[in-house]
């Protein structure tokens, strides 16, 4: 199993990325999928989580409103649309899959069993 997430660059503050994320080795639709970040210094922070039907999208307080997750099964792959980007929102950013119920453990970074390498997000003027 392996995850790969790609999209990531550097924008000016307000820019816009879509970061994308595929997997190869298995059925990526049949997994609830998260992302999440890590800027330096700082701990692995939950960005957002959609379920495996690619419904009940989940979003971190401070992405709220200006992230958007999809999940496209057909193409299987998942998205994460971002707007209004801000500099506090530079980091590495992760795709992550796992299997079982879509709770409130989609929160928590133990849920998700397979994860991505990480593509970094740099938003500076």
């Known amino acids: 199993v392996q995850l790969q997430a790609s999209g990531g660059g550097m924008v000016h503050p307000g820019g816009s990325l879509r970061l994308s994320c595929g997997a190869s080795?298995?059925?990526?639709?049949?997994?609830?999928m998260g992302w999440w970040r890590q800027a330096p210094g700082k701990e692995r922070e939950f960005v957002a989580s959609?379920?495996?039907?690619?419904?009940?999208?989940s979003y971190g307080d401070s992405v709220k409103g200006r992230f958007t997750i999809s999940k496209d099964i057909a193409a299987d792959t998942a998205s994460l649309q971002m707007n209004s980007l801000k500099s506090e929102d530079t980091a590495v950013y992760y795709c992550?899959?796992?299997?079982?119920?879509?709770?409130?453990?989609?929160?928590?970074?133990?849920?998700?069993?397979?994860w991505g390498q990480g593509t970094q997000v740099t938003v500076s003027s």
């Open positions: 992550a899959e796992a299997r079982g119920p879509y709770g409130t453990n989609r929160y928590t970074s133990g849920y998700y069993q397979y």
């Open positions: 080795g298995h059925t990526f639709s049949a997994f609830n």
């Open positions: 959609i379920s495996w039907r690619g419904t009940d999208p």
